[in-house]
């Protein structure tokens, strides 16, 4: 297993640019989600799915668009890209439950933009 | 909405020191987790806690939840050079969405060898 893939691993945007962050999982995990890290902010929720077809809103979701067609892919989309979105991105995806909550999570994208 | 904090944000040990986190939710939690993130890695599970007052070990390390299920900690015995990183604690809320989990902002541990 591949586990959870991310592509690119590094960007460079001008302010104004759009861009799709791609996941992809092949552990056929029903909850995706990205997250964004700054320094000393930590982990910080953008959107999740709870499955293909489901998607909603965390915790900084301005600017950001996602959506699920399959169970495996989960990109993530910066329509109009602004200096304030530089960090670096992270996919994640579990199992639903209690017992199996645990987040695997993606090498990460590391996003600048000027 | 729920919050999650973690103390302190950074602390630098000699080798063999002994080194804690904290870990505080405003609201009760269902569970927390325990991440470690290795500098320029991602976030790797280390254990999860569901039960109040539940306490697992794992070699050098000590996980404890609270009773009242709203605060956790992570003890580190006789630290190593390969314990760096950033450890984050992670609860989802009882009471609220079954699936977002709020992170606390990490604790930075750095090793003097």
């Known amino acids: 297993n591949a586990g959870v893939t991310q592509t690119p691993k590094f960007q460079v945007l001008k302010t104004g640019q759009s861009m799709t962050l791609q996941c992809a999982q092949d552990m056929n995990h029903e909850y995706m989600s990205w997250y964004r890290q700054d320094p000393g902010m930590g982990l910080r929720l953008i959107h999740y799915?709870?499955?293909?077809?489901?998607?909603d809103q965390g915790e900084v979701p301005n600017g950001y668009n996602v959506s699920r067609s399959t169970t495996e892919d989960f990109p993530l989309r910066l329509l109009s890209a602004a200096p304030s979105q530089t960090s670096v991105y992270f996919c994640a995806s579990s199992f639903p439950g209690l017992a199996t909550d645990t987040q695997y999570f993606g090498p990460g994208t590391r996003l600048t933009v000027l | 909405g729920q919050q999650v904090m973690q103390i302190p944000q950074y602390q630098h040990v000699q080798e063999g020191e002994d080194f804690t986190t904290y870990c505080n939710s405003s609201?009760?939690?269902?569970?927390i987790q325990w991440y470690k993130q290795r500098p320029g890695g991602h976030p790797v599970f280390l254990i999860q806690?569901?039960?109040?007052?539940e306490v697992k070990k794992q070699k050098r390390l000590t996980f404890q939840f609270g009773e009242a299920k709203k605060n956790s900690s992570l003890h580190i015995t006789a630290t190593q050079t390969t314990d760096v990183g950033t450890y984050f604690c992670?609860?989802?809320?009882?009471?609220?969405?079954?699936?977002?989990?709020?992170f606390g902002k990490g604790t930075l541990l750095t090793v003097n060898p």
């Open positions: 806690l569901v039960k109040s007052g």
């Open positions: 992670a609860g989802r809320d009882s009471g609220g969405s079954n699936y977002k989990l709020t």
């Open positions: 799915s709870v499955g293909a077809g489901i998607t």
């Open positions: 609201t009760t939690l269902s569970n």
